[in-house]
């Protein structure tokens, strides 16, 4: 079935620096992808619709500076969370679904961020 | 925009029982729901969906019923098993995938 893998799993950053994340369909194209935050024992909450070619959407809310999506590819979209903070640690995960009709959502595995 | 409840938040069940979390919406337009199994720390997994133009799915053990009319729907569980334990998560989508909402979420404990 369709795989959406995503890196890095778990990182630790100082405060300041920037981390990107990346979210790779493999075995199939997505115009479309979406990325997510969820605190602990939290729902997913979206923060921003990636767009092959053209500028995410972001949700209400979320700092398009802050939080930078790349959508280069049919297969590759990227988050990376500038001048990171403590209260930027959290779980990010990705999702993406084939161009396809009726092809349901498929998740990355997410990625843990720790700011110290 | 979209609203979404999800019921209950936590639910213990005794192995063998069965289990169902409900979710409403408040979009007449949302056509397709889906739900997802999440284990700690890993990705949501899709278990069962269901489309607007059906009342009920069902595979193996899981079962999705959907009411348009009253903007509800629903996760039934039979012969609950501990690895059934986890988070289970509703979503609502509306169009082409243009927005997905998801429920808030209920953990689901299974007890031996």
């Known amino acids: 079935g369709a795989v959406v893998s995503q890196h890095p799993s778990r990182v630790i950053c100082k405060s300041g620096t920037s981390v990107k994340i990346e979210c790779r369909s493999l075995?199939?194209?997505?115009?479309?992808m979406f990325w997510y935050r969820q605190f602990p024992k939290k729902s997913l909450m979206l923060m921003a619709t990636?767009?092959?070619?053209?500028?995410?959407?972001?949700e209400q809310g979320v700092e398009k500076d802050k939080f930078l999506i790349n959508h280069a590819s049919l297969t590759l979209s990227t988050l990376t969370v500038t001048s990171a903070h403590p209260e930027d640690s959290s779980f990010y995960i990705c999702s993406a679904r084939d161009t396809g009709k009726n092809s349901p959502l498929h998740f990355g595995n997410g990625t843990r961020l720790t700011v110290t | 925009g979209e609203n979404v409840e999800q019921h209950p938040s936590t639910l213990s069940v005794q192995e063998g029982d069965s289990a169902v979390i409900k979710c409403t919406y408040s979009?007449?337009?949302?056509?397709?729901f889906p739900w997802y199994k999440q284990e700690l720390g890993k990705r949501p997994q899709l278990i069962i969906d269901?489309?607007?133009?059906?009342g009920e799915k069902k595979d193996q053990r899981i079962a999705v019923t959907l009411n348009k009319t009253a903007k509800h729907f629903s996760l039934h569980i039979t012969e609950t098993q501990p690895e059934d334990s986890a988070v289970y998560f509703c979503?609502?989508?509306?169009?082409?995938?243009?927005?997905?909402?998801f429920g808030t979420g209920t953990k689901l404990q299974v007890i031996p």
């Open positions: 990636s767009n092959e070619g053209s500028k995410a959407t972001y």
């Open positions: 979503a609502v989508v509306l169009g082409g995938y243009q927005k997905v909402t």
């Open positions: 979009d007449s337009a949302s056509n397709y």
């Open positions: 075995d199939f194209q997505a115009t479309t």
């Open positions: 269901i489309r607007s133009n059906v």
